[in-house]
């Protein structure tokens, strides 16, 4: 993360702070004559150039109620690097943790008549780092590292605080109701932490230990974004009923083999969750295809506990075989959805024809139906689905779909019309290199895409494959490299032509983050 760019410009401001947090000494020195409103711009040159000490103090002694650590490091006047873009420092990042944790044992541990001058840290906000991406970075906090770390400091402080808080409050002359006291301390020094929590089994514990010290301790933590793998039903359970109801917008839960019933189960503790916009459960052995009564009735009830999720815009079902049931499941709900995954989902006609005549259809901005073939009966609906969407949407994923150069020419005119779309992921599709090059001369004249994921030229690979070719012969295929830079210089070329090259045209899937719902 202290790498500096070519061409992102710093002001003399940011110079000069680079100065400043080069000499932590120093700087602890001088803190408390620093003008507040430089303490923004010299967090951010200390993360930029890995001050962890120096993050430590500006923490303890942050002169403002909020410190939105977001803010601070994104793109602005006077550094244009967009450090929130990156993967967090990790070093950094526990410096930070540990100022917010030394500042609460200090607020408590004393009267500190400078303290109660200065009560202003109420609110330090730790969501919107990157965390996504295949490789490991070793210098970097993850998070699932991050939801550790921040539930055993808020455990810590709990534990370490609480005889001293207790014995700070009989030394007060006011000892008529010790209770409603230390309650009423704890408000006025108490600061929310606003994160994004990631838990499995291995760290769930460690996590409703400090949710549950939370409302009892000077470090409050309000899960923003909360993502469950491989819990069961009671842990997942025991988790969201101390999640603060009124702040919770996302829940993802992956990997846990719930199932339809237990799925159908945990939907019941959710619809308390009444901000909650985006709901993700891929891969949760979901089979509606074969269903005994018994089951008849637990589809029918997961649809309608689905409906009371009053707020949702976002549903992932990814993996989930809902052959022929689309419409059941969505027919209820209460606003439409702009973003629907549903990926390998193994989708019959009627899904796709109910989508396109669904009040969902004129307001999806997101749309995935990877894994699903849409070569055959899928097409047509698909085809009269893509008018219908092309006006709001913004992401498009139609990855490992069996679309060959006369489907895709046939989708020219759906495409064309989707003027707001900035993302385009088709790759894995038995495509030829003249197919690609149609396809990218109709698509540069959309002004707002950014990103186009395409598969690698069914002419590029070294043996002949099969036809129509498997996902497997596309993915395990030998590549003939000459042909392949030939390929890929003929799509830049066009690119070039059109005056096009800011779209990001690659075959990596990986690289690119993921468009998020709420960046849409």
């Known amino acids: ?140 906090m993850g998070p699932w590292s991050r939801t550790v770390m921040l539930s055993r400091a808020c455990t810590d402080v709990y534990r370490q605080i609480g005889n001293e808080a207790k014995s700070s409050l009989k030394r007060r002359r006011e000892m008529l109701n010790m209770e409603r006291t230390a309650a009423s301390t704890l408000d006025e020094i108490a600061v929310d932490v606003h994160a994004d929590l990631f838990v499995n089994s291995s760290s769930s514990d460690i996590l409703r230990d400090a949710l549950e010290a939370s409302s009892g301790c000077s470090i409050r933590l309000k899960c923003r974004d909360f993502r469950a793998e491989e819990l069961s039903i009671k842990g997942t359970v025991r988790l969201l009923e101390l999640l603060d109801p009124l702040f919770l917008r996302k829940i993802d839960l992956r990997y846990n083999n719930l199932g339809l019933i237990g799925l159908t189960s945990l939907l019941l503790h959710m619809i308390r969750f009444t901000t909650l916009v985006s709901l993700k459960l891929p891969y949760s052995n979901i089979d509606v295809r074969r269903l005994t009564t018994n089951m008849e009735a637990t589809i029918q009830s ?155 030229p069914v002419d590029c690979y070294e043996e002949n494959l099969p036809w129509p070719p498997s996902s497997t012969n596309l993915l395990e295929g030998s590549i003939n490299q000459e042909k392949m830079a030939v390929a890929n210089a003929a799509l830049q070329e066009i690119l070039h032509k059109a005056q096009r090259t800011d779209i990001l045209l690659t075959t990596d899937i990986y690289t690119p983050p993921p468009i998020d719902f709420f960046d849409l």
Not at 309 to 328: D, H
Not at 382 to 403: A, W
Request: proline fraction near 4%.
């Open 302 to 456: 997961f649809a309608a506990r689905l409906s009371q999720l009053s707020k949702l815009k976002e549903l992932n079902l990814a993996s989930s075989r809902l052959s022929g049931r689309l419409g059941q499941l969505l027919s209820g709900l209460q606003s439409s959805l702009e973003s629907l995954e549903l990926s390998y989902c193994y989708l019959l006609p009627t899904d796709v024809c109910y989508l396109t005549q669904s009040p969902h259809a004129s307001s999806l901005k997101k749309l995935d139906l990877s894994g699903n073939n849409l070569s055959e009966h899928l097409f047509l609906p698909f085809q009269k689905l893509l008018f219908e969407i092309s006006r709001s949407l913004v992401h498009l994923d139609i990855m490992e779909c069996r679309l060959t150069d006369s489907h895709i020419q046939s989708l020219l005119p759906g495409l064309r019309q989707c003027l707001h779309l900035r993302y385009l992921g088709f790759f894995c599709n038995p495509l030829s290199t003249a197919g690609l090059k149609v396809l990218l001369q109709n698509l540069v004249t959309l002004l707002d895409l950014k990103l186009i994921i395409y598969p690698l």
């Open 1 to 140: 993360m202290c790498c500096i760019k070519a061409g992102e410009m710093k002001s003399l401001v940011f110079l000069s702070a680079h100065k400043v947090v080069s000499d932590h000494l120093s700087l602890r020195s001088a803190l408390e004559f620093i003008p507040s409103e430089l303490y923004p711009v010299l967090f951010k040159a200390a993360f930029l150039y890995q001050k962890p000490l120096v993050l430590h103090d500006l923490v303890h002694r942050w002169p403002f109620p909020v410190l939105n650590i977001q803010k601070v490091l994104k793109k602005c006047k006077h550094c244009e690097q967009d450090l929130i873009a990156e993967k967090p420092n990790k070093l950094c990042l526990q410096a930070a943790i540990l100022g917010l944790v030394a500042y609460t044992k200090d607020a408590v541990k004393e009267d500190r008549n400078s303290y109660s001058r200065r009560h202003w840290l109420k609110v330090v906000d730790l969501t919107g780092f990157r965390d996504d991406g295949p490789t490991q970075d070793t210098e970097a």
